[in-house]
């Protein structure tokens, strides 16, 4: 079964940087999550979308922003990438009525 | 602040014997999950209890939920050298568009052969 897909695996970045993720969820799916889980700590809620229309705000920094595209796909920008950005991003994804999240095998960003 | 918070944060068992790990939230939840991690790889759903459900099982696996302590407790039985992960409580609140998860801190688990 397709599973969600995240792109890149892994990215290096140097400070002041930007970085864009991108997310595909399982075909069928409307609703895409985007998380961010820092060295040996429990995984962030960022941001959501459903139906391309984002629905909820997590703790987000303004320098970053997403968007959901006609296709569901979803991409994380990350503006004046600061070290403290470095993370796992983890996107997952859902259908509309459920409650169960699948999620991506993330993406390690480094920021250096 | 955090929603869900686990305990132990680390636990070490020899295979076979059972392990459990407890999860306590602050808020009202539509669900609560549990969630695998292996180190540094993506997050496995293990089983979701809905607020008016008390116990489920799914193979090895036994949650419980107490909505009047706000607590959950993931028990894996018969514990086996391939569970060694982080394991994470989720709480679920359903919203307009879809089911925002928040995570506990997670407890490390260690299953010596």
């Known amino acids: 079964a397709a599973g969600v897909i995240q792109s890149p695996r892994h990215l290096i970045k140097e400070k002041r940087e930007t970085a864009t993720l991108k997310c595909y969820p399982i075909?069928?799916?409307?609703?895409v999550y985007w998380y961010q889980q820092g060295p040996g700590q429990d995984p962030q809620f960022l941001i959501s979308f459903y139906e391309k229309m984002q629905s909820d705000k997590g703790s987000i920094p303004d320098r970053f922003s997403a968007q959901q595209f006609s296709d569901y796909h979803s991409e994380l920008n990350m503006s004046s990438l600061e070290l403290g950005d470095s993370a796992l991003y983890f996107c997952?994804?859902?259908?509309?009525?459920?409650?169960?999240?699948?999620f991506g095998s993330g993406t390690q960003l480094s920021v250096l | 602040s955090q929603q869900g918070e686990e305990d132990p944060q680390a636990l070490s068992i020899q295979e076979g014997e059972n392990a459990t790990m407890n999860c306590s939230y602050k808020t009202s939840i539509n669900n609560l999950q549990w969630y695998r991690q292996n180190s540094g790889r993506g997050l496995v759903h293990l089983i979701l209890i809905r607020s008016n459900e008390r116990e489920k099982h799914s193979g090895r696996l036994r949650v419980t939920l107490d909505t009047s302590k706000k607590s959950s407790s993931l028990l894996i039985t018969a514990s086996r050298a391939a569970d060694t992960a982080s394991y994470f409580c989720?709480?679920?609140?359903?919203?307009?568009?879809?089911?925002?998860?928040?995570f506990g801190g997670g407890t490390r688990l260690m299953v010596k052969p």
């Open positions: 075909p069928r799916h409307d609703t």
């Open positions: 997952a994804s859902s259908q509309y009525g459920t409650d169960k999240l699948f």
């Open positions: 989720a709480t679920g609140v359903n919203n307009n568009a879809g089911n925002m998860l928040t």
